[in-house]
């Protein structure tokens, strides 16, 4: 039987406000989540009972037909919105065309198309290549393995806050929480953690107790940094922190890593984040929105560096050809229109959400820069309630940090979708306030486990 209130794709997508027609969950919703529960890894952080089924768009429907306002985008990478027609049109292309072919071995021109296109969009003057991987961690592993190649250098830093990936390499870089490491050591060794990221202070702790007393300098490979903040609770560096960065780099030979996997492609209104911040890396790393959501990753080196053997990395999958033809698509959808399209829209969300922050006692902070914001509440349990108020109202958004609320739609929101979700967040504060945290976390609990919730 057709459901007579079934949208087309295009319905769905011009959708400004949530649409809920059963219980959240919903009976099948239900089901699938106790299938789930008895055959997938306990590991995998979920952080409330959303079961998806469907997108358009910024707009999301769930399998029992509730169509939800989406400013998650699954962990912000479904950067042209869910089935954006050009990234589906092309992705049906190239299936049809070649599924696999490894460029690992052989000749993918799809492959050194994206590698060129990505050195026109790279933040760095002078040529590039690039090295095109599956996922970010992979990118993030690729670019350890060439540091320390191309240096000949064994020590690495990466700074107390930060999220890298969750592979032996990556979640040595990581610092953000204990419990990435918890049961897992011994890491990967020659690892500095510097505290401070995004402030002075982090620059002088470098010299005068990471080179004075720790590890020599010039035994120092790379440096990785967030260019702003993603799992650790999407903050923005201070202004002069990461050309300071840059420059301590330069002085000491070390070679500069920026991770935009959650910051690039668009997210703050600048392809990369540190354009922002006039800086320009040795290395960057791409993943997340790189292909709207097809599985890929990209370690992006100056020429110069890239001086590797044959041989020395390669990857079965890396580069797929699927996924290299729905990156092509979203590079021109991001340069043509949705750069533009975040900061508008963008600009207007963040100043509807300080204005929230004016009124609203639970929330402390609300920031970002084009569709990357992060909205502080009073604690972590009041967190963890807005969340699942804001769900159960059908707008999906997702913790980070300790007590941060993050904000990453697709980069085709609408305005009208801006301020319906700045509403249903609105009403979402003002329900915890009045019933208190704990009730709305208790029904989270029962319906998605008891975990708190994760996801980076
Ligand atoms: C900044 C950053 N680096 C690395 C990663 C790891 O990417 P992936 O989950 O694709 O391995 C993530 C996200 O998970 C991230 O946000």
Redesign the pocket.
Known sequence: MTDALALSHDELAALDEPRLRTAIPGPKAKAVIRQDDRVTSPSLPRAYAFVPDRGAGSMIEDVDGNDFLDFNAG?AVCSTGHAHPAVVEAIREQAGRLLHFSASDFFLPIYADLCERLDEIAPMTGPTRSFLTN????A?EAAMKLARHRTGRQYFVSFVGS????SYG?VSLTASKAKYHQGFGPLLPGVVHVPHWGEPESIDYLEQVVFKRLVPAEEVAAIFV?AVL??GGYVFPEPGWLPALRDLCTRHGILFVA?E???GMGRTGKMWAVERYGVEPDIV?A??GLASGMPL?AMMARGKLMTWPMGAHGSTFGGNPVSCAAALATIDLIEKELLANATDVGGGLLRDLIALRERQPLITRAAGAGLMIGIDLASPIVADAVELAAFHSGLLTLRCGDSTIRMSPPLVLRAGQAEVGVRIFDEACRMVAERGPEAFVRAGEHEAGPDVPEG?
């Open positions: 962990i996922s970010g961690t992979e993030v999220f890298h990936g969750r990556s967030e993603g799992e991770d996997i959650q910051s790393l993943g997340k990753g980076a």
